[in-house]
């Protein structure tokens, strides 16, 4: 694996730094989506106005450090769910995946699971991996891929029955993974690190996070590019073209994996993540790969902010050759303090058996956006965090979902196209799902003693806010 050229970083004058643009995230549209779930760590898709949610849980954040630590079945999301935003106000509906038939026992076991790896190519909608309990009481990362016809899926759950014939399924180790990522290249998947958990978390805890015969937790410390296709009698098949392996950087879960564009193309870009094994804290160098090439690491630049995964905006200015990946809340090393413009290192203090307990990981309810130029003869990488902020801790495990008529810089992507955005202030999109946390003691304020780490009262957030961008300076 080659490393980028260390970029120029400005880290130090980031108030200098502006953006061309403005982000507010602060309108809750909660009560335009009557019924609408509550959940997090999903998997997404849309179709024609037409949202689907699959898997996931209904329950905040698993307690690790001071209380229940299991991702127990009766806390998974066991439905269905069809948002249909055509009309106003929303209609949502529901089926339980139980509903599947028998023949789909192995799917209806994945689709309770969370922290599944999912794209949407299309109509399709693909899901891997995911953790959770199958229908025997079992704790495994699944060794499944799903793929789901999206318009017949849709069109069934709106008339009342989960249609089996939308489903087909396929059952390899190549796809068994959790907090991972998949993204789709050109004609081949690439599923993005993540780790294979195996067993309950209140056992892993009791032995110290270390593995034993009754639970394992083993990082992928991969990316492998897979050919994923139908066959002839209806299934599918995975084949395993390439794998890049790096056990030093690649050694992540719970990252940001986007797909990123540059004069080179289409590429995918993987940000963040955790947890560095001597530190137990997150990764901050940006990983790229692009189509037929090896990955390269950003070894110049250090995200500080933001490197859980969260909800993220991307748009692609052409006219400057510069890629804009906003990070929404999340959980974050570093906070920005406006006053002193600096970034500030979250404390580190105590352990999970002592009275005060920090890990140096906190709830943020801050905006970062990544600015990466890469043409050549003016790389460059600097990070901006925006002066307002998300009205709560919001943004782990949630999702951007982009408005369909807001132009694309990339067909078949998210990617928006800042030069064809209004001058405007411009509704671009919603923050769905994920996790709300409280991490402040009474009155909840900042200056407020923090919660030990691992004991932060959480729950699935009941926030849909809106996303407007407004171009500055064109």
């Known amino acids: 694996m080659t490393k980028l050229p260390t970029f120029a970083l400005l880290l130090a004058t980031l108030p200098a730094t502006k953006l061309p643009f403005t982000i507010d995230a602060s309108e809750d549209a909660s009560s335009e989506f009557a019924g609408a779930p509550r959940v997090q760590s999903f998997s997404f898709a849309q179709w024609k106005g037409r949202w689907v949610f699959i898997g996931g849980r209904m329950a905040g954040y698993h307690s690790v450090g001071g209380g229940p630590a299991e991702f127990l079945r009766t806390d998974a999301n066991r439905d269905v769910w069809v948002v249909d935003t055509t009309v106003r106000p929303a209609r949502t509906y529901r089926l339980p995946v139980e509903a599947l038939p028998g023949s789909l026992a192995a799917v209806k076991d994945q689709w309770t699971s969370t922290g599944q790896l999912y794209f949407q190519d299309g109509p399709k909608l693909y899901i891997c991996g995911g953790y959770g309990q199958d229908h025997r009481g079992q704790w495994l990362t699944f060794p499944l891929i799903s793929q789901i016809d999206l318009p017949r899926l849709i069109d069934g759950v709106m008339e009342g029955h989960l249609p089996a014939s939308s489903i087909v399924f396929a059952s390899t180790p190549l796809v068994q993974s959790a907090g991972g990522e998949l993204v789709k290249l050109g004609d081949c998947f690439y599923l993005v690190m993540g780790h294979v958990f195996t067993g309950s978390y209140t056992a892993f805890e009791g032995r110290a996070e270390h593995n034993a015969e009754e639970v394992s937790q083993t990082y992928v410390n991969e990316i492998r590019k897979l050919k994923i296709v139908v066959t002839p009698g209806g299934g599918l098949s995975v084949h395993l ?34 947890f560095t094994p001597e530190t137990q804290l997150s990764y901050s160098k940006p990983v790229y790969l692009f189509e037929n090439s090896e990955p390269v690491v950003d070894s110049g630049f250090e995200q500080k902010m933001n490197a859980y995964s969260c909800a993220r905006l991307l748009m692609y200015d052409r006219s400057t050759e510069t890629m804009y990946s906003t990070f929404f809340g999340g959980i974050s090393r570093f906070w920005w303090d406006p006053v002193s413009a600096a970034f500030v290192e979250n404390p580190r203090i105590g352990s999970k058996t002592e009275g005060a307990y920090l890990d140096g990981l906190q709830w943020s309810d801050q905006i970062s956006t990544i600015r990466t130029v890469m043409a050549a003869g003016r790389e460059a990488t600097t990070e901006v965090v925006h002066p307002g902020f998300l009205p709560g801790f919001l943004g782990t495990d949630a999702v951007f979902i982009p408005a369909p008529e807001v132009g694309r810089a990339h067909p078949s992507t998210n990617i928006l196209d800042f030069e064809r955005l209004p001058r405007t202030k411009t509704m671009v999109g919603y923050i769905y799902g994920g996790i709300r946390a409280y991490p402040y003691r009474f009155p909840y304020s900042k200056t407020s003693t923090p919660y030990n780490a691992g004991t932060v009262p959480t729950k699935p957030s009941d926030m849909i806010l809106k996303v407007y961008v407004q171009p500055q300076g064109r």
């Open 241 to 274: 073209v390439h794998t890049y392996r790096d056990e030093t950087e690649f050694h992540r879960r719970d990252l940001n994996v986007t797909q990123f564009l540059s004069p080179k193309g289409l590429g995918l870009a993987a940000y963040g993540g955790v």
